[in-house]
């Protein structure tokens, strides 16, 4: 344990900072305790810091990793899947000399691997001329048969490639492993480098730190160069398995930096040996593809049939040459740490050069030599499979070896690794914790690139097993610093070439329409439901059962055809009435709570995570945390409820405020506006048609309570000035189309919105959606709300409720017809 | 002897297919005892797109697409090969087994590389000691090696009962071990995991048999359908094929269409669709002797 003598904010914080005893390299401080050269600049910066200072910059890296919603997966959390990051924010730092060495030593390994795909998908030379063992390529899953005889997009296998690095007691940097397959990582360091310059601005500026974004802009210039076909502007999509993947968030981050579409694998077809895009307004061509599902996974036809995430046909396209794939397919074979055994002898006989960088000392038990060396030193080295496997209990010593003897190839045994350790801020001070670094390379014409930083984790206990996402555990900035001043970089194009004018973005998918639909829904649908919860609550009489209620009767039967009451509460006493509000509030396992739609809310805009802002998340985050009880067991007062409902109206009233102001009027804000619309046509049918089933629908109390929902009580003094009237209330919310809460308003804006909808404009007849829309319009148009003065005391058999029941009839069968024209991903099936 | 095969299989959808993706492994391999003469696939709907290649065993493989709507979708097969006469050679004088097996452990030579891929595990079977277990008795010994198949494929067919209902496809191992039945696949498929955890090299083998058997002879179970076997492999020999649903040694009445290390390289006809609902499917098989 590190010994800690005073609180580190008030002194020097390399005054307290003690390496752990017997861990013989420390990343901060030298054998006789001196800062090291490199550090000064950071160790000098956090002296000067005043006190506490430094306790509230870790505060604002973690309230942005919040705020912008940061997260990773972990799988089988009961908790939900999603935990923020977890940033230190003290950087790592590395010296200008030594990252040069580095930089060589990784480039070195990139073609060194790439040259070893290149054989196994190939001629295979290697393993006919015993420089591979045969096992340690057949035996693996990760060896695609029908990815041999694939000639890579730009000639390389490996486009993009990382490894973990770790400093042995002695200084030398070693490798831990290969991340062939799918590199992830890289877009959290950019997340990790945005945080930490923004709140050590000070040691950032000072620094000289490298910056990121050169990297970034070559990987986007190698992914272009291999689109197969020479055009303009090559389409380049991000593969992603789905947000219920680990790193999901990372996906969605780098797409949106890269400006890539991120796609699902539902979301591209194959035909003619072309991938195509389903775009609203219909198929276009896709060039490159940045796979983030596994190598086996990308195709059910040719590659594993129970595969959901991939593309049908996607391996015959590749194979044909029109689309490239980054990484290649197969790529994952070198992730295998049985390789590294191997790797010195095949540098030295395919490069000619010695291997810069070793690896971990691994025994490959396929060897006889190795698998009696393993067997006897089974507890002193980290023994695990040699392949990709599905995940087992642990083994006891007795079991492994039986398990090692009856088929030996199937394992590796690794040496321990004593981590070097750097500089952690744990809250109160700056503590040595284990660390491994990772480092990214892509591809270019001009050969391998390294990323100058990475993504340096923190072993929690020191563990070098433990450092994985899955096991949590923190990450930090890897700063790369350099001998000259650093060059600003971005990402933007260059201004020298000239720039085509565009006032529409790429075509939207038609599954991310689905969504933005669907977000219009729900936001809509919690914003009404809030309305109906704070009327009810505001009229709510705590003395007296809901049957005794008569004004309220409208407001609860609306929420119980909405699903927010159960059918039970006419029969409830007072008490367990407001316990069934409270549920319709907080309850998540009520279908249309609002906790429940506020899940929903967040589901569907994690779908669409690479096109909502940050000011979405906020809000989002803001409307989780006021549904969240207070405490286990402690009731809520209807007093504070209102309170919750009022800040979540002014939270829902945000969202729609973003969307109004900050959207370009493109599809997605179309499909996102016109499920508004609809949901709020729906909520106000059944609302009005349940007010005037009411004995007192002319009662101004309850024309009060209309006017409440609906949002029009101003509109209204400020036109009548006197008590509401049934007449003039029903005129100013059906038919007045001055009015953006009347119901004639919103169908109105549905058919503005029809209209320039892609498929629409293309075809001389209203489709069947249109259609029904236009006699909705209509049927309202007819209204004549006077007609209700006349009809005392059974105001719901005129022809005003007559209209109001064919819009709840007619609504939703309106949903499903746009569904049908622009969201069908039909699905996909096998048949063998 | 020279067959004539015509190999029909037909979905029928509840629902229309937009798009459908699939890979056809049905025309039959030249090998040392067989010469296919001739080989049409007609596939209706006509597809856009077809391609030929022969994949990383070598297996011939058409793939093709249908983009056009479809609610049956026909693809017929038909083969004229020519099968030699000999009889299988005697298995009493082959290596014993031990020696085969050390052979094929590391550092194995370059020569053996071919074969030693069918000892490894594969995407559906791998090595296991309960296996290993069921397959010493075969293999006592100083057992010679194909005395030694032949003595397994005479327990599986023993130890095992034929029963189409029992499994399908995508039934895994285990559960037809637990089961103790199951099809011409799973037959092939025990062979093949009971010999490969010995060390062995063994692959799989799916084919026809001769639809009706010479007079005076027996019916052959799995005729009417595409069939399935294993191969052991022999040092000087080759490889050599047992077929445990009928305990024969195949010789001129089966004929071999694809070779792979498990049914899942193989599969005669799979597809991918978009749309389609439920299907059923007919599949018809015949193998006529022209001469």
Redesign the interface.
């Known amino acids: 344990m590190p010994i800690t003598k005073t609180i580190a904010s008030t002194a020097s914080h390399s005054d307290v900072y003690t390496p752990k005893s017997g861990v013989p390299w420390d990343e901060y401080l030298d054998a006789s305790g001196n800062v090291r050269r490199h550090f000064a600049g950071l160790a000098r910066d956090l002296h000067d810091l005043p006190p506490g200072e430094l306790k509230r910059r870790a505060e604002t890296a973690r309230r942005i990793v919040d705020e912008q919603g940061i997260t990773y997966n972990v799988y089988g959390d009961p908790r939900g899947m999603e935990r923020p990051w977890q940033l230190d924010p003290i950087p790592f730092l590395i010296a200008p000399a030594e990252w040069a060495s580095l930089e060589t030593a990784i480039t070195q390994r990139a073609e060194l691997l790439d040259h070893i795909l290149a054989d196994c998908y190939g001629p295979q030379d290697l ?4 420089w591979l ?3 340690l390529v ?2 693996q ?1 990760d060896f695609l ?2 990815a ?2 694939i000639r890579p997009a730009g000639g390389r296998h490996l486009n993009f490639y990382a490894a973990d690095l770790a400093r042995s007691p002695d200084c030398q940097w070693w490798v831990l492993g290969d991340r062939t397959a799918i590199p992830t990582g890289a877009g959290y360091a950019l997340a990790n480098r945005l945080i930490t310059s923004r709140v050590l601005p000070e040691p950032f500026r000072g620094c000289r730190v490298q910056r990121q974004a050169g990297f970034f802009r070559e990987l986007q210039n190698s992914l272009s160069a291999l689109a197969p076909h020479p055009v303009g502007d090559p389409r380049v999509v991000l593969l992603t398995p789905g947000p219920f993947n680990e790193t999901y968030f990372e996906q969605s981050w780098l797409a949106r930096y890269l400006g890539y579409t991120m796609v699902q694998g539902e979301d591209l ?5 072309r991938v195509f895009l389903k775009t609203l307004s219909g198929l276009e061509p896709v060039d490159v593809i940045l796979r983030r599902v596994d190598d086996d996974f990308c195709d ?3 590659l594993r ?1 129970d595969s959901m995430l991939g593309v ?2 996607l391996v ?1 396209a590749v ?2 040459g029109n689309v490239a794939l980054a990484n290649a397919l197969g790529t994952g074979l070198l992730q295998s740490p049985a390789f590294m055994a191997f790797l010195p002898g095949l540098c030295q006989h395919l490069l000619g050069e010695e291997l810069r960088m070793p690896s971990v000392a691994t025994w490959w038990c ?3 030599s190795a698998e009696k060396y393993a067997l006897e030193n089974l507890a002193e080295l980290n023994v695990r499979p040699a392949f990709r496997t599905r995940p087992e209990p642990a083994l006891s010593p007795d079991e492994m070896r ?1 398990r090692i003897r ?2 030996p ?2 394992w590796t045994a690794q040496e321990r690794v004593a981590l070097s350790t750097a500089p952690s801020w744990n809250g109160s001070a700056l503590v040595p914790q284990p660390i491994v670094l990772r480092v990214y390379v892509v591809a270019t014409p001009n050969g391998y690139r390294v990323m100058p930083g990475g993504l340096t984790r923190v072993a929690p206990d020191g563990d070098v097993r433990l450092i994985s996402m899955q096991h949590g555990g923190a990450s930090k900035d890897t700063w790369v610093l350099s001998d000259a001043p650093v060059e600003e970089v971005t990402l933007l194009q260059s201004p020298s070439r000239a720039i085509e004018l565009r006032r529409v973005g790429n075509n939207l998918p038609s599954r991310l329409a689905d969504n933005f639909f669907w977000l219009g829904r729900y936001a809509e649908r919690a914003d009404a439901t809030a309305r109906l919860l704070r009327s009810t609550l505001l009229r709510f009489n705590p003395e007296s059962a809901g049957s005794a209620m008569p004004l309220l009767t409208p407001l609860l039967r609306a929420m119980e055809l909405q699903g927010q009451l159960l059918p039970e509460w006419l029969t409830h006493n007072a008490e367990a009435l407001e316990a069934d509000l409270m549920g319709a509030i907080f309850d998540p396992t009520r279908a249309c709570s609002l906790r429940n739609l506020a899940d929903r809310l967040e589901h569907l805009a994690m779908l669409v995570r690479d096109r909502t802002s940050n000011d979405v998340w906020r809000v989002l985050s803001q409307l989780d945390e006021c549904l969240t009880l207070p405490g286990e067991g402690r009731m809520l007062l209807a007093g504070e409820a209102i309170a919750v409902l009022n800040r979540l109206l002014m939270l829902t009233a945000s969202l729609s405020g973003f969307s109004r102001e900050n959207m370009t009027r493109a599809q997605g804000w179309r499909f996102l506006d016109m499920g508004l619309r609809i949901e709020r046509s729906l909520y106000l049918c059944n609302f009005l048609d349940c007010a005037l089933r009411s004995p007192g629908a002319d009662n101004p109390s309850l024309l009060e309570a209309v006017l409440e929902f609906t949002d029009c009580t101003l509109t209204y003094r400020s036109r009548y000035n006197l008590l509401p009237d049934i007449t003039a209330v029903f005129d100013l919310i059906l038919l007045d189309d001055t009015n953006p809460r009347s119901l004639l308003f919103q169908l109105l804006q549905l058919v503005k919105h029809f209209e320039r909808l892609p498929r629409e404009k293309q075809s001389a007849l209203p489709s069947p959606g249109h259609r029904l829309l236009i006699e909705c319009v209509t049927r309202v148009r007819l209204l004549d709300p006077r007609e209700l003065t006349g009809l005392i005391g059974g105001w719901h058999a005129g022809q005003t409720g007559a209209v109001l029941r064919d819009l709840l009839r007619d609504l939703p069968l309106l949903s499903d017809a746009i569904a049908a024209s622009y969201f069908t991903h ?7 | 002897m020279e067959y004539r095969i015509t190999h029909r299989t037909t979905y029928d959808y509840s629902e229309p297919v937009t798009v459908s993706h699939h890979a056809a492994r049905l025309q039959p391999r030249t090998t040392d005892t067989q010469q296919p003469r001739n080989f049409a696939l007609n596939i209706a709907p006509v597809p856009a797109l077809r391609r030929q290649r022969v994949d990383y065993l070598g297996n011939q493989v058409c793939s093709f697409s249908i983009q056009e709507n479809h609610r049956r979708f026909e693809v017929t097969a038909t083969s004229i090969v020519a099968v030699a006469n000999e009889r299988p050679q005697s298995l009493a004088l082959t290596p014993e087994w031990e020696g085969v097996v050390e052979r094929f452990r590391d550092p194995v030579s370059p020569n053996d590389v071919a074969a030693y891929e069918f000892c490894l595990n594969s995407p559906l079977l791998y090595a296991a000691p309960e296996f290993a277990d069921y397959a010493r008795a075969s293999f006592t010994r100083g057992t010679q090696l194909l005395a030694g198949a032949r003595d397994l494929m005479k327990r599986l067919h023993n130890d095992f009962i034929y029963d189409p209902r029992a499994t399908t496809v995508a039934t895994p191992l285990t559960e037809v071990w637990e089961k103790r039945r199951g099809v011409c696949q799973d037959f092939a498929h025990l062979g093949i995991a009971c010999l490969r955890s010995l060390g062995l090299p063994a692959r799989y083998v799916s084919g026809y048999l001769r639809t009706l058997p010479p007079q005076g002879h027996e019916r052959l179970i799995g005729s009417d359908a595409s069939h399935a076997w294993f191969s052991v492999f022999c040092p000087q020999t080759g490889w050599v094929d047992f077929d445990p649903t009928n305990n024969i040694l195949p010789a001129n009445e089966h004929i071999t269409v694809a070779l792979g290390r498990d049914f899942s390289d193989v599969s005669p006809l799979s597809g991918v669709l978009t749309g389609g609902g439920e299907h059923t499917v007919d599949v018809a098989v015949d193998v006529e002797p022209l001469s």
């Open positions: 393993i006919r001329s015993a063992p045969p096992a057949f035996a899953s048969q029908p041999h005889g077809t194959v035909r003619d040996d059910p036809l040719e049939n049908p046909g015959g194979r044909a396929g060897q006889k039986a009856f088929q190839h199937l039909s699905s996909i099936s096998r048949a063998d």
